[in-house]
C-alpha cells in the first residue's frame, strides 16, 4: 500500500510539472510569436537533408613554380629568350625547392647559360615541355669557345624532366662555314676541332641528379653529359640525331660515380653511351642504341695520360645497325686499369662488330706505337646473340699489358645474309686471356686459356 502511495505521487508530481511546462511556453508564446517561428524553424533544420559541401577553388598556381613567360620569354622560336630563362632561374633560387618551367605549346630560342646553384635549395627541378632552340647566331656565341649550351653547375638534387625537347640544331654546326658567319667556328665535321662545337645539356659537378622524360635532339656534340656528378639517374630520355652526325655521342660519363641509365633510346653519330675517366659504379639496362657507335668504355689513355674505369654493368640492351656494339677502347702509352665488367643480355642487328676490345685506338690515320697501355682485367660477356656484318668479335690487347680474365659465354652470332657474296671475317684476338663456356658460336678459338 505504502510503494502504491509513492508511485501515485511521483506520477502526480510529474504531471503537475509537465502542465507548468506547458502553461508557460503558452505564456511565452504568446508573449513573443518570434519565438515560435525560430523553434519551427530549427525543427524543419533538423529534417533537411545536409547541404551539398562547397568545393574549395581550385588551388592557384603553386608559388614555387616560376614559368619563364613570367619573367619576359617570347616563345615565338625567334626572340631571344635567354634572359628570361636566366632571370627564372635566378628567382627560383630563392624560392626553396621550387621549379622552373618551360612551358608546353611554345618555342624558347635560347643561347649559351650556365645555371648554376650557389645559391639554390637542393632539389630544383627544370621542368621541360616546350620546346627549347639553341640560338645559332654568333652574338649569342661571342668568341666561339663556349663548349657547352645548357649547363648546370654545382646543383645538388636536380631533376631535369618532362615531355619536352632541345633542339641544338646541329646541322648549322656539322654542315660547314660558321655561326652565322662571324664567330669564326669551324665546322666541318671529322676535322674540325670538336671543342668548338657544344655539348646541348652539361651537368657539371651535380648530386643526387635525375633526367627523365625529355627528348635532346641534333647536339651539335654530345647530348647530354655528366661530368663529376654522384648518384645520376637518366631514365625515358631520347637522344636523336642523324647517324653521320660527328662526335654526338648520345650520353657521356666523365669522372662520375653512382649512374644509372635505363629505358631509354638512343641514335647519334657516335657512341650511344661513352664511359670515360673517373667512372665506377655504372649500371646500364634496357636501352636501345642505333645508329651510332655502340656503348662504349674510352678512348683512355690518350696522351700518355692515366685513367681508371670499374665497375660498370651492361644488361639486356639492344643495338641497331652500329658500328661496334659493346666496345673497351684504350689508347697506347696511356697507364691504368679497366675492371669489373659484365656485358649481359646483348642483341645485336646488322652490327659491324658485336664485342670489342682495343688496345690500339687511334682516331687518326697514323698512330705511333707505344709499350705502355690501360690493362684490361675481369670483362665477362654473356647472352651476346644476333647478326653482324663484318667480325664476331675483335680482341686486340696490348703486348706489355695482355687482356686478363676475359669471360665469354652463351654466344649466338651469325653473319648477315645480304645475298651480295661478302664473307665476314672470324673472331680474332691478340693477346687476350681468358675462358669461355659453350655455347659460344662462332667459337673464339683463339682466346687463351688461363692468365697472361
Request: net charge negative; charged share 15%; with cysteine.
Amino acid at each position: 500500500m505504502i510503494k502504491e502511495m509513492k508511485r501515485r505521487s511521483t506520477t502526480n508530481a510529474s504531471c503537475a510539472n509537465a502542465t507548468f511546462v506547458h502553461l508557460a511556453l503558452l505564456l511565452l508564446v504568446a508573449a513573443s510569436p518570434s519565438f515560435l517561428q525560430h523553434c519551427l524553424a530549427r525543427r524543419e533544420s533538423h529534417h533537411r537533408p545536409p547541404p551539398a559541401p562547397v568545393m574549395p577553388p581550385p588551388p592557384p598556381p603553386s608559388a614555387a613554380t616560376f614559368s619563364v613567360l613570367d619573367y619576359g620569354a617570347a616563345g615565338d622560336g625567334a626572340t631571344d629568350d635567354t634572359k628570361a630563362f636566366a632571370d627564372a632561374w635566378s628567382a627560383a633560387c630563392a624560392g626553396g625547392a621550387p621549379t622552373v618551367l618551360v612551358p608546353a605549346s611554345y618555342v624558347f630560342l635560347v643561347g649559351p647559360i650556365t645555371f648554376t646553384g650557389d645559391s639554390c635549395e637542393p632539389n630544383m627541378v627544370f621542368q621541360v615541355d616546350g620546346t627549347i632552340l639553341a640560338h645559332t647566331g654568333s652574338t649569342a656565341w661571342r668568341s666561339g669557345v663556349l663548349t657547352q649550351w645548357l649547363e648546370f653547375k654545382n646543383v645538388r638534387g636536380l631533376t631535369i624532366q618532362g615531355r619536352g625537347t632541345v633542339d641544338g640544331q646541329g646541322s648549322h654546326w656539322w654542315s660547314g662555314g660558321s655561326v652565322a658567319g662571324d664567330a669564326e667556328m669551324e665546322l666541318d665535321s671529322d676535322r674540325a676541332e670538336t671543342s668548338n662545337r657544344p655539348t646541348a645539356v652539361k651537368v657539371f659537378q651535380g648530386a643526387s641528379v635525375t633526367v627523365a622524360g625529355i627528348t635532346i635532339r641534333n647536339s651539335p656534340r654530345f647530348h647530354l653529359t655528366f661530368d663529376t656528378c654522384r648518384a645520376v639517374e637518366v631514365h625515358d630520355v631520347t637522344v636523336s640525331s642523324p647517324g653521320d652526325s660527328p662526335n654526338t655521342d648520345g650520353i657521356h660519363l666523365a669522372g662520375s660515380v653512382g649512374v644509372s641509365i635505363h629505358h631509354s633510346t638512343i641514335a647519334c653519330g657516335d657512341d650511344c653511351i661513352s664511359i670515360q675517366d673517373g667512372c665506377s659504379d655504372v649500371f646500364i639496362r634496357s636501352v636501345h642504341c642505333g645508329p651510332g657507335h655502340g656503348i662504349s668504355i674510352g678512348g683512355l689513355g690518350k696522351g700518355g695520360a692515366s685513367a681508371a674505369v670499374s665497375d660498370v654493368t651492361v644488361q639486356d640492351v639492344t643495338l641497331k645497325q652500329t658500328m661496334t656494339g659493346v666496345r673497351i677502347k684504350t689508347w697506347q702509352g696511356g697507364s691504368g686499369s679497366v675492371r669489373n665488367v659484365r656485358f649481359s643480355g646483348v642483341r645485336v642487328s646488322a652490327v659491324k662488330t658485336p664485342v670489342v676490345i682495343d688496345q690500339y685506338y687511334c682516331d687518326h690515320t697514323t698512330c705511333a706505337n707505344q709499350t705502355s697501355a690501360v690493362a684490361v682485367a675481369g670483362v665477362a660477356y654473356q647472352g651476346v646473340a644476333g647478326t653482324y656484318t663484318e667480325r664476331p668479335v675483335y680482341l686486340a690487347c696490348s703486348d706489355a699489358a695482355p687482356c686478363s680474365g676475359v669471360h665469354l659465354a652463351d654466344f649466338q652470332l651469325a653473319p648477315v645474309e645480304d645475298g651480295g657474296g661478302d664473307h665476314p671475317h672470324g673472331p680474332f684476338c691478340w693477346k687476350a686471356y681468358g675462358d669461355q663456356v659453350k655455347p659460344v658460336e662462332p667459337p673464339v678459338d683463339c682466346l687463351l686459356a688461363g692468365a697472361p
